[in-house]
């Protein structure tokens, strides 16, 4: 191998692109060993930007008016030219950098607006070759720490330490979302599950294995990159070195929905606004993942692989997609990245899963007020535990009456499923009547 790398950048109207771009290569031991392909979504097709800072244009070798050829300090740089009202979102922009890519020996995923450690490339190669030796195809990714730009003011702040990504919630689409949490062993890295899209680097073959699907807007990106890697037989690992830091604020930069706006659409701008691009998006991503079944969509090769299953990767995140149901581990504070055991069976398995958002409640009938004609109605409400309130239910007493289970119907049996996903965790249910003459009758309390 030659160690070369193609280094895939979407850049959205970002001011930190060119900053990016010479950090890696004045950090980089063999810039001559790097091809950088940069999805380059801006107002005006000015190249006058990139030779200002020393590139130099080349041929491309392209027919395409809009893809541009430039060497830059040993390094070359592709930069395919996007109208903002052209854009269709990251997972489209990753596509589009990918197109150029050419055999080359490692393939880094990174966004625009990032920092590199000295000699990075050797560095993270080295990394990968050792990991390699006990782990097959391994990914090195994560969420980098953070860093802020210099500004006239202030000098420019790098972060300390990384992470593993974890589990978070389920968005109002049913998409599973990620968090992290701080690797504290810093003498060794830890297995996960699912891929950053902001920083991935494997060998250069994964951009053919599992290329960035142009039909996904931004959100899911990384489920669904993540089910597609493990499938086809890729293992996700965190380091515990930092190789990339990564601006995370940018509350100052332009983003594509404040351009794929209403206004947009309106004035025939664009050809559809991002949330359109966006539901799409989300349809496939629950269509990959078994949420949903449908005859109207065809993931082609964006699909999943044929070396290990979905139930598998399931079983390694702790999560049936399909009904949003998570392993018990997945709602504590340091919950885990990953599962390696394998279960008995998936009946097994399935039985100790746990809902966030459904329960099946019993309550006795002994446990309770008289249900007499006093009783205006019942509140049925969900609480964390440190008693939040989640969500609550006003029930009738013949509404109540529906519920009556057990051989002689000594109890009611609730079936609860929260309508709002929230972040926040129920723990506990509470039953109590109202009654018309004197208020609020005695509450029943149960664990969630």
Same mark, same amino acid.
């Given at each position: 191998?030659?160690?070369?790398?193609?280094?895939?950048?979407?850049?959205?109207?970002?001011?930190?692109?060119?900053?990016?771009?010479?950090?890696?290569?004045?950090?980089?031991?063999?810039?001559?060993?790097?091809?950088?392909?940069?999805?380059?979504?801006?107002?005006?097709? $000015?190249?006058?930007?990139?030779?200002?800072?020393?590139? &130099?244009?080349?041929?491309?070798?392209?027919?395409?008016?809009?893809?541009?050829? *430039?060497?830059?300090?040993?390094?070359?740089?592709?930069?395919?030219?996007?109208?903002?009202?052209?854009?269709?979102?990251?997972?489209?922009?990753?596509?589009?950098?990918? =197109? &150029?890519?050419?055999?080359?020996?490692?393939?880094?995923?990174? $966004?625009?607006?990032?920092?590199?450690?000295?000699?990075?490339?050797?560095?993270?190669?080295?990394?990968?070759?050792?990991?390699?030796?006990?782990?097959?195809?391994?990914?090195?990714?994560?969420?980098?720490?953070?860093?802020?730009?210099?500004?006239?003011?202030? !000098?420019?702040?790098?972060?300390?330490?990384?992470?593993?990504?974890?589990?978070?919630?389920?968005?109002?689409?049913?998409?599973?979302?990620?968090?992290?949490?701080?690797?504290?062993?810093?003498?060794?890295?830890?297995?996960?599950?699912?891929?950053?899209?902001?920083?991935?680097?494997?060998?250069?073959?994964?951009?053919?294995?599992?290329?960035?699907?142009?039909?996904?807007?931004? +959100?899911?990106? !990384?489920?669904?990159?993540?089910?597609?890697?493990?499938?086809?037989?890729?293992?996700?690992?965190?380091?515990?070195?930092?190789?990339?830091?990564?601006?995370?604020?940018?509350?100052?930069?332009?983003?594509?929905?404040?351009?794929?706006?209403?206004?947009?659409?309106?004035?025939?701008?664009?050809?559809?606004?991002?949330?359109?691009?966006?539901?799409?998006?989300?349809?496939?991503?629950?269509?990959?993942?078994?949420?949903?079944?449908? $005859?109207?969509?065809?993931?082609?090769?964006?699909?999943? %692989?044929?070396?290990?299953? =979905?139930?598998?990767?399931?079983?390694?995140?702790?999560?049936?997609?399909? !009904?949003?149901?998570? &392993?018990?581990?997945?709602?504590?504070?340091?919950?885990?990245?990953?599962?390696?055991?394998?279960?008995?069976?998936?009946?097994?398995?399935?039985?100790? *899963?746990?809902?966030?958002?459904?329960?099946?409640?019993?309550?006795?009938?002994?446990?309770?007020?008289?249900?007499?004609?006093?009783?205006?109605?019942?509140?049925?409400?969900?609480?964390?535990?440190?008693?939040?309130?989640?969500?609550?239910?006003?029930?009738?007493?013949?509404?109540?009456?529906?519920?009556?289970?057990?051989?002689?119907?000594?109890?009611?049996?609730?079936?609860?499923?929260?309508?709002?996903?929230?972040? +926040?965790?129920?723990?506990?249910?509470?039953?109590?009547?109202?009654?018309? $003459?004197? %208020?609020?009758?005695?509450?029943?309390?149960?664990?969630?």
């Amino acid at each position: 191998m030659n160690n070369t790398i193609f280094v895939s950048i979407a850049s959205y109207r970002d001011p930190e692109l060119l900053p990016t771009i010479k950090n890696m290569i004045s950090h980089a031991e063999n810039p001559d060993k790097i091809v950088i392909s940069i999805c380059w979504q801006a107002e005006d097709k $000015d190249i006058s930007v990139f030779t200002d800072i020393g590139a &130099v244009e080349i041929e491309s070798g392209s027919d395409d008016a809009d893809i541009f050829c *430039l060497s830059y300090h040993g390094a070359i740089l592709y930069i395919h030219y996007v109208h903002i009202y052209d854009a269709r979102g990251a997972c489209w922009a990753r596509y589009c950098a990918e =197109l &150029v890519f050419n055999h080359e020996d490692y393939f880094l995923q990174i $966004d625009s607006h990032c920092r590199f450690i000295r000699n990075w490339d050797s560095e993270i190669i080295n990394y990968y070759l050792k990991l390699s030796e006990t782990i097959e195809n391994p990914v090195i990714t994560g969420y980098p720490p953070s860093y802020t730009p210099k500004t006239e003011d202030k !000098e420019e702040v790098l972060g300390e330490g990384t992470c593993r990504i974890v589990f978070n919630e389920f968005n109002d689409t049913d998409i599973p979302s990620f968090r992290p949490i701080a690797i504290t062993n810093a003498n060794t890295y830890e297995r996960g599950s699912y891929i950053a899209g902001g920083f991935a680097f494997s060998v250069g073959k994964f951009t053919v294995d599992v290329p960035n699907d142009p039909n996904l807007f931004f +959100l899911g990106e !990384e489920i669904s990159m993540s089910a597609r890697a493990f499938t086809r037989g890729y293992n996700i690992i965190y380091p515990e070195k930092i190789f990339v830091w990564h601006y995370y604020s940018r509350k100052e930069c332009n983003k594509i929905w404040g351009d794929l706006n209403q206004e947009s659409v309106d004035k025939k701008l664009v050809k559809k606004g991002w949330w359109e691009w966006d539901n799409a998006s989300k349809q496939r991503v629950r269509y990959l993942l078994g949420i949903e079944v449908s $005859d109207d969509i065809d993931l082609g090769k964006y699909c999943l %692989g044929n070396v290990r299953t =979905l139930e598998q990767f399931e079983y390694l995140t702790g999560i049936h997609f399909r !009904e949003q149901l998570i &392993v018990p581990e997945l709602t504590k504070d340091q919950r885990p990245s990953m599962f390696s055991d394998i279960p008995e069976s998936r009946e097994a398995w399935l039985a100790g *899963l746990y809902s966030p958002f459904r329960q099946s409640i019993t309550i006795q009938k002994s446990e309770l007020a008289t249900n007499d004609d006093n009783i205006d109605y019942w509140s049925l409400g969900v609480f964390t535990e440190d008693n939040q309130l989640i969500a609550m239910q006003r029930l009738t007493t013949e509404e109540l009456a529906e519920q009556e289970s057990g051989d002689n119907n000594e109890s009611y049996k609730l079936e609860i499923k929260l309508k709002d996903k929230s972040h +926040l965790i129920p723990k506990k249910l509470r039953l109590a009547p109202f009654f018309t $003459d004197f %208020g609020w009758g005695e509450t029943v309390e149960k664990v969630w």
